[in-house]
């Protein structure tokens, strides 16, 4: 029986996947590397330590790379934070989740520095009060550290639990850890790209309405 839930929060429950791909397009920039935002929008989901190398020779512990990390970070939180909003229906999804019995973590590979303001975005600072960040682990999303990390605040094995997420390294890193997850598709992720879910929804809105339907349960997609 599922006992617990691991949230993502960027592209789940709040509208900041093309923010983020933004700022690091400027932050390449600002560096001299000429990445059009089409080669980094597919990337969000990731951390800075997976996107760095991904996109450019950098090693992510280069001083370069430190630099490209600290550039974003800027360009993010001065150009993109004052302008998000929380993805329709994220504090009535968690809110539902909780009066359910659920244990709820949070479990992205966003920073530190930015997950507070990012919860008050979304509306539920107040839900959603543990939490496991790329900060906390060796290696973000699509590596299994963040979501195994979660399943220690969780005090719940991997078959108990749901990673509630937008991208396929959600999806990829639940499936290392031994978890199956929850997609919704405002994330702006293809359906394709979502493959290997136990059930996709539209958003935190859609599943809200439906939490009183048939129980997710480890089994065939839907």
Known sequence: MIRGLILDLD?????????????WVRA?????????????????????????????????????????????????????LPVLRPMPGARELVGG??????????????????VSELLEIAGVADLLTQRTTASDVAESKPEPDIIHAALEKLQLGPQQVLMVGDTRFDIEAAQRAGVQTVALLCGGQPRRELKGALAL????????QQLDGPPLQPGAAT
Not at 11 to 23: I, K, M, P, W, Y
Not at 97 to 114: A, F, H, I, P
């Open 11 to 23: 592209g789940t429950l709040v509208d900041s996947n093309d923010a983020h791909a933004r700022a």
């Open 28 to 80: 390449f920039a600002g560096e001299g590397l000429n990445i059009p935002f089409e080669r980094v929008r597919p990337l969000m989901g990731m951390g800075g330590d997976q996107l760095i190398p991904t996109l450019t020779d950098l090693s992510p512990s280069s001083p370069r790379a430190q630099a490209l990390s600290a550039a974003w970070l800027r360009h993010f939180r001065e150009q993109e």
């Open 97 to 114: 989740l909780r009066s359910r019995g659920y244990r709820l973590v949070l479990g992205t590979s966003s920073d530190e520095e930015l």
């Open 201 to 208: 929804f539209a958003g935190p809105a859609d599943w809200a």
